[in-house]
């Protein structure tokens, strides 16, 4: 394990570029842009694994103590991408240092193909030491329309075509969606938290969709630093508290399969009637808009999926209790499994966000099936990482017979 401490820093420029060291999080990066920009607040903020704001975002992930880094390099989803793609989008820099100890820099201009590379399947080549960023000016003066509700079992059915009525989502809006356990009576419950970076007279048109059968709503509009720590009744923040264990499973849909899913939530209800100790456990729903990733090529870097993010799907078990991590794991997988059927996803292979994979995915699932990306990134391998040392997570194989 190598400690990145000390390269834990944000440096805004003039120029509104931000620079991000390795060690940072997601926090900490969303500060720095906030304390170089016009106003004063909080933000916390790619779901896995709290406070300050800025004028410049670009589209950050929505947990705010995930690495940064780690959040590029393979790929970087969240709430703002339907205006400014992913978080890897954004990169216009990398430093980097190789297993031999040689240090790069990679950008459009120089080391190009590795640049290619970094973004979608980074933590391939070396040790990232740093990289800048691109941003953008904050929309609707930074003040976001958030929408919190909470539903009752009885209700899933209009939930579900509710979310479906949303696709293509407007570029403004952004769901997530829960499937929760209430801690004291262990009834299963859907929360949903819905933002609209635009007026609130608009953001509010998508919540009425919703609101006539859910048994609470709250309205607000707050700085979007602020949508972690003041929004979604603290769901995400729970994936953050220290010495718990995390067991995820992920999927990609295209739609909300009505059936598959009521039938998710029922067998999640009865999973946590039956195991108690996975109270913390949730299925987390990502409803985010695609224009702005779609308007890159399919070549532009090495993240696999544009066009295929429309909904994200993580099965996250959370417990202190070593004893259920089995049953908890046959659980998870099972239902990614079920939902990665072209019957169930809408596409003819398992397609995989590569940040939420698991680890037992076929390989192509995670970097794309199209036999160039697989030989551009192996040949990206073999250059800079010759000996494996950097093999940890989602390897990519040296050989191209190592894809099937």
Not at 155 to 183: G, K, Q, R, T
Not at 227 to 248: A, E, F, M, R, Y
Request: glycine share 8%.
């Amino acid at each position: 394990m190598i400690n990145m401490e000390h390269f834990r820093y944000a440096n805004m420029h003039s120029d509104h570029t931000l620079t991000v060291g390795s060690g940072t999080i997601l926090q900490e990066m969303t500060a720095a842009m906030y304390d170089a920009g016009r106003e004063i607040s909080e933000l916390v903020s790619d779901e896995q694994k709290c406070k300050d704001e800025s004028d410049f975002p670009i589209a950050i992930g929505a947990c705010p103590c995930v690495g940064a880094m780690g959040v590029m390099l393979g790929g970087g989803v969240g709430r703002l991408q339907g205006k400014h793609g992913l978080v890897s989008d954004a990169v216009r820099k990398v430093r980097l240092a190789l297993y031999n100890g040689t240090i790069l820099e990679a950008s459009e201009d120089v080391n190009p193909d590795l640049f290619w590379g970094l973004r979608g399947a980074g933590q391939n080549f070396g040790v990232v030491i740093e990289a800048t960023f691109e941003t953008y000016p904050q929309s609707n003066g930074g003040e976001m329309y958030v929408a919190d509700m909470i539903f009752t079992g009885e209700h899933i059915d209009s939930i579900i075509d509710a979310m479906n009525s949303l696709y293509p989502v407007d570029e403004n809006l952004a769901l997530l969606i829960f499937y929760v356990s209430d801690a004291t009576t262990l009834e299963p419950l859907v929360a949903i938290n819905l933002v609209y970076s635009g007026p609130a007279e608009e953001g509010r048109k998508f919540t009425e969709r919703f609101s006539p059968f859910s048994a609470s709503l709250n309205e607000s509009v707050i700085p979007w630093v602020d949508l972690n720590s003041q929004s979604g009744g603290g769901v995400v923040l729970t994936k953050c508290i220290p010495g718990q264990s995390h067991n995820d499973y992920n999927s990609i849909t295209k739609t909300v399969d009505k059936a598959t899913f009521r039938e998710l939530f029922d067998s999640y209800g009865s999973f946590m009637a039956e195991h108690p100790a996975l109270v913390n456990s949730t299925v987390f729903i990502e409803i985010f808009a695609q224009q702005a990733i779609a308007a890159y090529p399919q070549n532009f870097s090495a993240f696999p999926h544009r066009g295929s993010v429309d909904t994200l799907v993580e099965i996250e078990m959370v417990y202190i209790d070593q004893t259920v991590a089995e049953v908890a794991d046959n659980w998870a997988r099972g239902w990614r499994d079920r939902l990665s059927s072209p019957e169930v996803s809408g596409y003819d292979r398992m397609i995989i966000y590569q940040n939420y994979g698991h680890g037992d995915e076929p390989i192509a699932a995670l970097y794309g099936y199209e036999p160039w990306r697989h030989e551009r990134l192996s040949s990206l391998k073999r250059t800079y990482d010759p000996r494996g040392q950097f093999n940890a997570y989602h390897a990519i194989p040296t050989t191209l017979d190592g894809w099937t």
